[in-house]
């Protein structure tokens, strides 16, 4: 099947900096990626819609100007965690939808925050 | 609302035993429906999906689903389990056109 790949799978970052999670569609082109937020033992959350060359659509409640998302290409989108605080901390997976319609997942990547 | 919920937050089954996942939805219309599996600090593999057709679907892993709309569930089943079964597992629906809605999840825990 396709496969999404997340980079990194975690990382650790002090308070107040910055954190890039890329997530790339390694054999499929991807024009809608997703991004979740998963808390600890609880369920996927979506924050947004990626849409390659368009802004990204968020979900109620997730702040924009703390997490942008960039989808410059088929194959990437990028969700960069802003002035990341310790209430960022979480596991936050991706997902592409091959041209079927069918989602693929990333690994995840660990966040936590200092 | 369109929802999709998962009633058992955990489950113990002993290897070997039949394993039977709880996923009801509540949508307008019949959604597609999925059940995706989660290993431990990884991401989701889909195990299934329902989208129309043949009310027993098939899936990987040894896992079938059977979605019955009088009772508006799509549980997950597995006839013997394995050790390496042992994940969390979630059901997600999806109307034509819109987001995949996730369930709660269930923890699955093998017992020797």
């Known amino acids: 099947g396709a496969v999404v790949s997340q980079h990194p799978s975690w990382v650790i970052c002090k308070s107040g900096t910055s954190v890039k999670i890329e997530c790339r569609s390694l054999?499929?082109?991807?024009?809608?990626m997703f991004w979740y937020r998963q808390f600890p033992k609880q369920s996927l959350m979506l924050m947004a819609t990626?849409?390659?060359?368009?802004?990204?659509?968020?979900e109620q409640g997730v702040e924009k100007d703390k997490f942008l998302i960039n989808h410059a290409s088929l194959t990437l989108s990028t969700l960069t965690v802003t002035s990341a605080h310790p209430e960022d901390s979480s596991f936050y997976i991706c997902?592409?939808?091959?041209?079927?319609?069918?989602?693929?997942f990333g690994e995840g990547s660990r966040l936590t925050v200092l | 609302a369109q929802s999709v919920t998962q009633p058992d937050i955990h489950i113990t089954v002993s290897e070997g035993a039949s394993l039977e996942l709880r996923c009801n939805y509540s949508?307008?219309?019949?959604?597609?429906l999925f059940w995706y599996v989660q290993s431990p600090g990884q991401g989701l593999q889909l195990l299934l999906k329902?989208?129309?057709?043949?009310?027993l679907v098939q899936g990987i892993k040894g896992f079938e689903a059977e979605f019955k709309r009088s009772q508006s569930s799509f549980n997950l089943r597995k006839p013997s389990v394995h050790w390496s079964d042992a994940a969390e597992y979630f059901c997600?629906?999806?109307?034509?056109?819109?987001?995949?809605?996730f369930g709660g999840g269930t923890r699955v825990l093998v017992k020797p």
């Open positions: 997902s592409a939808r091959e041209v079927t319609g069918e989602l693929f």
């Open positions: 054999d499929f082109q991807a024009t809608t």
């Open positions: 329902y989208f129309s057709g043949d009310t």
């Open positions: 949508y307008g219309a019949t959604p597609y």
């Open positions: 997600a629906g999806k109307a034509a056109g819109n987001k995949l809605t």
């Open positions: 990626s849409n390659e060359g368009s802004k990204a659509t968020y």
